[in-house]
């Protein structure tokens, strides 16, 4: 607006009137749309429907199956592809090395906060105990998952989850905690 003077944070050449340098970032911008416009074409298509149809059908399996879990922020407006799987006492850290073993990458946190050791912010804003939220693993699908790959997932899951009780089962008759 004329009249009112900016006080810039990088100086730059006369083009700019002294505020900014540089070139713009064609390629950058030509990517960003073309970004933007494949976003649009598969939210037109329904591609994230699909996708939250099968994190729900993942979802009601584990916690059909899967005695004393819970889904953080089930019942909520959330992200189409990502699963918060909460398991009491069956640490997320334990949870990602056994579905490696099994072929799965999954996280005990979020994107940016891998190697952190401390409970998630995010998870105990939403009302989940700090002890508890060391329990959760994330687990994401993008458009390219299909119901077998959820499956194969939901299978080693389970499998690994009996394990893990039938051996606690074991310390807790044994008089070990």
């Known amino acids: 607006k004329d009249g009112v003077d900016i006080a810039s944070l990088r100086k730059g050449g006369g083009q700019e009137q002294?505020?900014?340098?540089?070139?713009?970032?064609?390629?950058?911008?030509?990517?960003?749309?073309?970004?933007?416009?494949?976003?649009?074409?598969?939210?037109?298509?329904g591609v994230w429907e699909r996708v939250r149809a099968l994190r729900d059908w993942l979802e009601?399996?584990?916690?059909?199956?899967?005695?004393?879990?819970?889904?953080?922020?089930a019942g909520m407006t959330?992200?189409?592809?990502?699963?918060s799987i909460v398991t009491p006492g069956w640490k997320g850290e334990t949870q990602v090395m056994q579905m490696d073993l099994a072929g799965f990458?999954?996280?005990?946190?979020?994107?940016?906060?891998?190697?952190?050791?401390?409970p998630s912010s995010v998870l105990t804003a939403m009302g989940i105990a700090p002890e508890r939220a060391g329990d959760a693993i994330r687990v994401?699908?993008?458009?390219?998952?299909?119901?077998?790959?959820?499956?194969?997932?939901?299978?080693?899951?389970?499998?690994?989850?009996?394990?893990?009780r039938q051996r606690n089962e074991v310390r807790d008759t044994a008089g070990r905690v």
């Open 105 to 118: 990458a999954v996280s005990a946190g979020s994107a940016c906060s891998s190697g952190k050791v401390r």
């Open 60 to 73: 009601a399996r584990l916690v059909a199956d899967g005695a004393g879990i819970a889904i953080a922020g």
């Open 18 to 45: 002294g505020r900014r340098s540089g070139t713009e970032n064609v390629a950058g911008i030509a990517g960003f749309g073309a970004a933007a416009a494949a976003a649009e074409r598969d939210l037109n298509d």
């Open 140 to 164: 994401s699908i993008g458009p390219t998952t299909d119901r077998r790959d959820v499956m194969r997932f939901a299978d080693a899951w389970l499998a690994a989850h009996a394990r893990w």
């Open 78 to 83: 959330r992200l189409p592809n990502t699963s």
